[in-house]
């Protein structure tokens, strides 16, 4: 196996409006992983030992009481200096842009009216950007990088929320980098086939049926294709490589979504793609066999990489990042009231108090290594061996702080 990546990059929702910041965690200084491989599961109550010096401390003591009862051993999360800032331009009402992140410390800036900058943490080298078609009010992006070691490759940026369409189709597009002349290109791509049928939007009884939302997106194929299950409307491959392109139902389960909620990522080492489930108990870290695409996908295995402790509260869709060599960070986003005498810091700064209660935000983020439990002999698919995963060093942050809100991680 390569070796896993060093840092953990975030987008960062500062406290001035209308700003966010990089920020890249370097995980040799904030660990979320051990470097000697613990049991295959860890035993509850006897996690690594704690580092000490770090920020968020009243958070920090807090959050471990809360989770001693489930064995869940937390460290904080400090934020390190911003790599780089973006600000969006224009009037207060239309302050908007949103981040896409590209291969390693990459990441693509685009505001509202589509204008566009990439940045390189690794080089600290700001370009400009083709601008973007079309602005989309609640976008997903996928990056498939090009096979030779040039560097390029492709950005998909789509709306999230498909609307039926009826001009000129500007929903879907891609910044595609061209090796020959060393520049990037903005092409549209083709629309689904249901965003031009209204029938699509309604449901048996001739209705309104809600809204068309892609729930699961990936690169599959080597790379060739991406493929996104639409919820109410099925599964759609694009082969990236064809002329011209065109989206297509994938084989005869294309009205069978796929089992993940949000991006999915594939490990080469291990044959399989990762994501988070789609079932709404818990966002479970899935490995999924999508190698056929003319077959349905096959999940392989699913596992709980924390016990969450009673009272807490996820507030929105979980994100899970491959640092590679079957390697993940998960972030989930917490809700929780606690006793006002452990957030005595939050409490001055916010006010806040319910008989005795403080209402608290945080990210919380967990390390964790996918293995192959050699003893076994199935799971895989392959005949090598039973999947099973390590469970690291969980990190909290608290939100509102000073130093923003953890939004994105990639």
Not at 93 to 99: G, I, P, T, V, Y
Not at 203 to 215: E, L, N, Q, V
Request: charged letters at 20%; one cysteine or more.
């Amino acid at each position: 196996m390569g070796a896993p990546r060093r840092f953990l990059n975030l987008i960062v929702d500062n406290p001035c409006r209308g700003t966010k910041s990089l920020r890249c965690i370097d995980l040799n200084r904030q660990k979320l992983f051990d470097t000697a491989a613990p049991a295959l599961r860890p035993r509850r109550g006897s996690p690594p030992e704690s580092v000490a010096g770090d920020d968020h401390h009243h958070h920090h003591q807090k959050t471990e009481k809360r989770a001693r009862r489930t064995g869940l051993k937390l460290w904080p999360l400090s934020l390190p200096r911003a790599s780089i800032d973006f600000e969006a331009a224009g009037t207060v009402l239309q302050w908007s842009f949103d981040c896409f992140p590209l291969a390693g410390r990459k990441v693509l800036c685009a505001d509202q009216s589509g204008r566009s900058l990439l940045f390189d943490a690794d080089t600290r080298h700001v370009a400009a950007m083709p601008d973007l078609n079309g602005y989309k009010m609640l976008p997903v992006s996928i990056f498939a990088p090009s096979a030779d070691a040039a560097g390029g490759g492709s950005l998909f940026v789509m709306e999230s929320v498909p609307q039926l369409e009826k001009g000129r189709r500007r929903q879907f597009e891609a910044l595609v980098y061209r090796e020959l002349t060393n520049t990037w290109e903005c092409q549209l791509l083709p629309s689904l086939p249901f965003v031009r049928d209204p029938e699509c939007y309604r449901d048996r009884s001739g209705k309104s049926g809600g809204p068309r939302i892609i729930t699961s997106y990936g690169v599959v194929n080597n790379g060739s294709s991406i493929c996104i299950s639409v919820h109410g409307a099925g599964t759609y491959c694009l082969d990236t490589a064809a002329k011209p392109q065109a989206w297509s139902t994938a084989a005869e389960w294309s009205t069978t979504p796929l089992p993940f909620q949000g991006k999915f990522e594939y490990v080469p080492e291990l044959r399989l793609w990762f994501g988070l489930s789609a079932q709404a108990d818990g966002r479970r870290l899935t490995a999924v066999d999508l190698s056929d695409t003319g077959s349905p996908p096959r999940v392989v295995g699913a596992w709980d990489e924390i016990e969450r402790p009673q009272g807490w509260a996820e507030i929105q869709e979980p994100q899970l990042v491959s640092m590679g060599a079957g390697r993940f960070c998960v972030a989930r986003f917490f809700h929780a009231w606690v006793r006002r005498a452990d957030w005595v810091e939050t409490w001055l700064r916010t006010g806040c108090l319910a008989h005795g209660l403080v209402e608290c935000y945080f990210t919380l983020v967990t390390g964790v290594d996918v293995v192959v439990h050699a003893t076994c002999t199935s799971g895989t698919g392959d005949g090598k061996g039973e999947l099973g995963i390590i469970t690291h060093r969980s990190r909290s942050h608290l939100s509102y702080g000073t130093d923003g809100n953890i939004i994105t991680v990639f």
